[in-house]
T-cell receptor, first 115, second 112 residues
Framework: DTEVTQTPKHLVMGMTNKKSLKCEQH?????MYWYKQKAKKPPELMFV???????INESVPSRFSPECPNSSLLNLHLHALQPEDSALYLC??????????????FGDGTRLSIL | TQLLEQSPQFLSIQEGENLTVYCNSS?????LQWYRQEPGEGPVLLVT?????EVKKLKRLTFQFGDARKDSSLHITAAQPGDTGLYLC????????????FGSGTQLTVLP
């Protein structure tokens, strides 16, 4: 079982809907991430939060809006998505510090389908 | 941006065969990680290599970090159907943000 919990596991939504993806970790990690992954491709970084502050936004369209309410929670708000946004959305967390070999712990993702 | 190239991209083998996956870059890394991702799940860390020339073993999996810390390999002995999955190498970019760069991935299928 993963220590990073993502809900829902599956989500089907229309292009005019508003929905949110949720991610939770209780490992005391202070860095959290959102990735987008297409089938059989590597994850693509979307956002990085460090100490609850957005530190990286990889030119993601504004129809994706991240939120970090506290150090354990990370949300991704979705609005007016396009069919090409259908993918697996992965959340990850890691300890924050100077060491460069700290691994990222991934959740099992939310499989998103846009109709 | 540091670029990680993996080869092969796809690999389909019979149970019991051996295989090697490569991860190459022109950049030097302080460390490199290998992940395996099974269908319907997120990537799971297999190993982190830190020292040039380092070799780590995890049951039938052997990981090696190149002497110059620019490349790495993953060797699987006597592959089993349970080894099927997407294998990803990854390295942390330099800088203050903990940004992980993934390799292009190797999709391994082990047939019974």
């Amino acid at each position: 079982d993963t220590e990073v919990t993502q809900t829902p596991k599956h989500l089907v939504m229309g292009m005019t809907n508003k929905k949110s993806l949720k991610c939770e970790q209780h490992m005391g990690h202070r860095a959290m991430y959102w990735y987008k992954q297409k089938a059989k491709k590597p994850p693509e970084l979307m956002f990085v939060y460090s100490y609850e502050k957005l530190s990286i936004n990889e030119s993601v369209p504004s129809r994706f809006s991240p939120e970090c309410p506290n150090s354990s929670l990370l949300n991704l708000h979705l609005h007016a998505l396009q069919p090409e946004d259908s993918a697996l959305y992965l959340c990850a967390s890691s300890q924050h510090g100077r060491a460069s070999n700290q691994p990222q712990h991934f959740g099992d993702g939310t499989r998103l389908s846009i109709l | 941006t540091q670029l990680l190239e993996q080869s092969p991209q796809f690999l389909s083998i019979q149970e019991g065969e051996n295989l090697t996956v490569y991860c190459n870059s022109s950049s030097v890394f302080s460390s490199l990680q290998w992940y395996r991702q099974e269908p319907g799940e997120g990537p799971v860390l297999l190993v982190t290599v830190v020292t040039g020339g380092e070799v780590k073993k995890l049951k039938r999996l052997t990981f090696q970090f190149g002497d110059a810390r620019k490349d790495s390999s993953l060797h699987i002995t006597a592959a089993q159907p349970g080894d099927t999955g997407l294998y990803l190498c990854a390295a942390l970019e330099t800088g203050s943000a903990r940004q992980l760069t993934f390799g292009s991935g190797t999709q391994l299928t082990v047939l019974p």
